[in-house]
Every structure is written in structure tokens, then in C-alpha cells.
């Protein structure tokens, strides 16, 4: 029954994470192309990751619903590694959010001299082969790999030392950096508040907003980051070295559920608290609606003739 469950919250989960983020991409791609923003392709890259988490749940909402199917080794392998491949570059691309954020507000006037597009594709390049080397370790290690026994999950194929290196070297750095970040950015905008009270300058009022907003919306990410994934690894690791302390099942599914909800949560995020991508959403949503409303217009009204009426000039109605 406990298999049933979770594979009816991933049935669910799956689409939703994928609709809300290409939802947002969309968005994103449509801002892009009217702003030139670079600054949202870290955003974007942030989308398309929680988008590739959702589709590799995909793949294991059948192991869930039928408790006895075993795939073959290696592709219950492959498979968890590339969910953590997808779970890892979404983390990897909040970390980058967070530090473009903190290099705008450190550094406004010289922001977009250094945000240029090579630097910008470098990154996410850096970004997508550290979450690829990640991911794909045990299949480049097979030591870090366990003789599958049960249902593919990720401690049902991967070894609990895979867990402690992607716990040291991924998610707690990560973390740390969050914070580190977000008391930054906090100190300078405490900072700039200071000074337009001073000065009483409205230029400066306005920037100060914006980072003000961009402040809110990091922090956001950072708390269901935070809530989403570190009962996970904080389990994971107590369970590497008490194995009794924890029920598997609760880590391997239902703590693990909760962290990729953090890929659902992402994109409602941007999608409420940033004013440009809910603008586009509602510009989006009102053309869909507009494009609905005018195909039912015209099954509506099929036989309608398309002979000209003819007109009656003014010198007509003058005879």
C-alpha cells in the first residue's frame, strides 16, 4: 500500500513539476527576447532542470505501482543517475542564481559589463558537467553501486558512501554558500535603505526596491531549498552510519518525494513573486484565452456566408 501511495504522489508530481516549468520557461524565453537580459538565462537554466527532474520521475512511477517488477541492473542505474544528474543541476543553478543575484547587488554599475554572454554559457556549460559528473559517478565507479534487491530507488542501487560524498561535496557547500549569500545581500540592501533615507534620492528608492524584491524572491528559494532537501540528507547520513535509526523506506521514498517537490516549488516561486515573469504568464494566459475563445467563435458559427454585402453609397440614399 505504501508503494501505491507514492506512486500516485509521483503520477501527480511528474506532470505538475513539468507543466509549471516549461510554463515558466516560456515565460522566461519571451522575456529574454524583449529585454536581452542575460541575467534570466541562469533562471531559464534553473526551469529546464526542475523540467528534466520531473520527466525522470516519469520513468519510475511503474516501479512504484507494481512492487514486483525489477528492471535489470543497469538500467535502474542509469536511471537514478540521471534523476540525480537533473536534482544536481537544479541545485547547482540555484547556487548560480543566487550569486549573479549577489554580483548585482554588490556590484549594480558593473553588472552588465561582466554578466556577457561567453561568461554566461561558460558557466552553465561548468554547471551541466559538474552535475553530469555528479549524477553519473556510480556509473563511472561501479563500486559506488549496490546488487539491485528491491525497487529502484536510489539507496536500492547505490552504495551509503555515494551519499556522504554527494551530501560533503554537493548539497551542505551549497547550503553554506546560500547563507553566506543571502546575510551579503541583506547587510548591503540594509545598507542602501541607510542611504537613500539620507539623501532622500528617488533614482536610489528605486533600485533599492528591486533589490529589495530580488532579496525576497532568493530568500524564498533559499527556505524551500532548505525544507525540501535537507531532511533527506541530513537522513541519509545518519543512516550511513546507523542504518537501524531510520526506517528505509521513509528516506528512500517519502523524504526523497519531499525534496523533489522543491522542483515544483521553484517555478510557483518565480512565477508569483517576480513581477516580469508573472506579467508574461498573464500575457500568455490572455492569448491562449483569446486563441480558445475565437476557434469556438468560428465552430459556432459555421454556415455563416461569406458573400459580400453590398453597400449603399451616400449618393444612393440621396436618390
Known sequence: MGSLAVGIILAVLAPLIITANVLVAIALLRLIWKTGNKGHYFVLNLAA??????????????????????????????????VTCSSAASI???????????????????????VTGTRVGLHLLGLWLLAAVVGFLPVLVPDFQISLQKKCSFFGVFHLSYMLIVSCVG???ALFLFI???????????????????????????????????????????????????PFFIAGIVQTVCTECFPHKVVDSYLWLLGLCNSLLNPLIYSYWQK?????????????????LHLGTGRCFPSRSTKSVPTVSRLQLQD
Open 276 to 292: 516580469d515573469v508573472r506579467r508574461q504568464l498573464s500575457q500568455l494566459a490572455a492569448a491562449v484565452k483569446r486563441e480558445v
Open 92 to 114: 547547482l543553478s540555484l547556487t548560480l542564481v543566487a550569486c549573479y543575484r549577489h554580483l548585482a547587488i554588490r556590484k549594480p554599475l558593473r553588472y552588465i559589463q561582466l
Open 49 to 82: 532542470a526542475d523540467a528534466m527532474v520531473g520527466l525522470s520521475v516519469v520513468s519510475l512511477v511503474k516501479d512504484e505501482f507494481f512492487e514486483h517488477f525489477h528492471p535489470p541492473q543497469i538500467f535502474c542505474v542509469l536511471r537514478m543517475a540521471f
Open 171 to 173: 548539497f551542505f557547500p
Open 180 to 230: 553566506y549569500l543571502y546575510c551579503d545581500m541583506l547587510k548591503i540592501a540594509s545598507v542602501h535603505v541607510q542611504q537613500i533615507r539620507e539623501v532622500e534620492r528617488a533614482g536610489l528608492a528605486r533600485s533599492s526596491t528591486s533589490d529589495m524584491k530580488a532579496m525576497r524572491t532568493v530568500a524564498m528559494l533559499i527556505g524551500c531549498f532548505v525544507l525540501s532537501w535537507l
